[in-house]
C-alpha cells in the first residue's frame, strides 16, 4: 500500500515566487511525517518534521509545513524561492520506531 | 562532529563482482538502515537493523547482503546476484527508543560495467 504521494514530480518556479509542493499520506492513528531535501549526489538532509503539538512547522532555509488531519496532507510551502533551493524534495512518515515510507520526490527548478 | 560516513562516494565494478559498501556512525543510534535510490522511484528500503547481531530483510533484499557485528557499523554487500546493481545508495541511522527522524549519510553511487 502506498504510504506517501508527492503528486508533482516536478515543479518549476522563478525566483522570488512562493512555492508550494505537495505531500498526502495513507490515514494512520499515529504519524509522524518529515521533509527532506536532496541536493545532486549527496545524501537527503532533514528541513523539518511534525511529531505533534502545532500543526504549522517551521523548518531550515525559510520552509514552513502544514499538518492537515483531515485531508491527510502534510504540504510543503516557502514564500520566496531562491536559486539554491533547487533541489530534489522528499516526503517521508515514519508508522513505527523502525519503519519509514517515501514519497517518490519532487524536483524543483528555480529559474531566475 | 556526530555523523555518518559512507565508503566510497564512487564506484566502479565489472558483472559478477561482489561489492561491499562501508557505513559508519557515531551517533550511538541503534537502528541503521541501508536504501537504494533510483531516478523517478524515491527511496526503497533494503535491510535494517534494530541492534548488533540482528537484522531484517527490507522490501528489496534480494541480491544483497549485510552484517551487524557493532553498533556504529553496518556494510552492505552487493552481490552477483542483484540483476540490476547499478544504483545510489545511502546508509541512514536513527534512535530507537525516541520517535525521530532518520539521518543520512553521503551517499555511495555504484556503476556496474
Known amino acids: 500500500a502506498q504510504s506517501v504521494t508527492q503528486l508533482d514530480s516536478q515543479v518549476p518556479v522563478f525566483e522570488e515566487a512562493p512555492v508550494e509542493l505537495r505531500c498526502n499520506y495513507s490515514s494512520s492513528v499515529s504519524v509522524y511525517l518529515f521533509w527532506y531535501v536532496q541536493y545532486p549526489n549527496q545524501g537527503l538532509q532533514l528541513l523539518l518534521k511534525y511529531l505533534s503539538g502545532s500543526t504549522l512547522v517551521k523548518g531550515i532555509n525559510g520552509f514552513e509545513a502544514e499538518f492537515n488531519k483531515s485531508q491527510t496532507s502534510f504540504h510543503l510551502r516557502k514564500p520566496s524561492v531562491h536559486i539554491s533551493d533547487t533541489a530534489e524534495y522528499f516526503c517521508?512518515?515514519?508508522?513505527?520506531?523502525?519503519?519509514?515510507?517515501f514519497g517518490s520526490g519532487t524536483k524543483l527548478n528555480v529559474k531566475p | 562532529d556526530g555523523g555518518i560516513t559512507q565508503s566510497p562516494k564512487y564506484l566502479f565494478r565489472k558483472e559478477g563482482q561482489n561489492v561491499t559498501l562501508s557505513c559508519e556512525q557515531n551517533?550511538?543510534?541503534?537502528?541503521m538502515y541501508w536504501y537504494r535510490q533510483d531516478p523517478g522511484q524515491g527511496l526503497r528500503l533494503i535491510y535494517y537493523?534494530?541492534?548488533?547481531?540482528?537484522?531484517q530483510k527490507g522490501d528489496i533484499a534480494e541480491g544483497y547482503s549485510v552484517s551487524r557485528e557493532k553498533k556504529e557499523s553496518f556494510p552492505l554487500t552487493v552481490t552477483s546476484a542483484q540483476k540490476n546493481p547499478t544504483a545510489f545508495y545511502l546508509c541512514a541511522s536513527s534512535m530507537q527508543r525516541e520517535i525521530g527522524e532518520l539521518f543520512f549519510g553521503e551517499g555511495s553511487r555504484l556503476t556496474v560495467l
Open positions: 551517533l550511538n543510534h541503534d537502528a
Open positions: 537493523s534494530q541492534i548488533v547481531n540482528d537484522f
Open positions: 517521508a512518515v515514519r508508522r513505527s520506531f523502525n519503519k519509514f515510507y
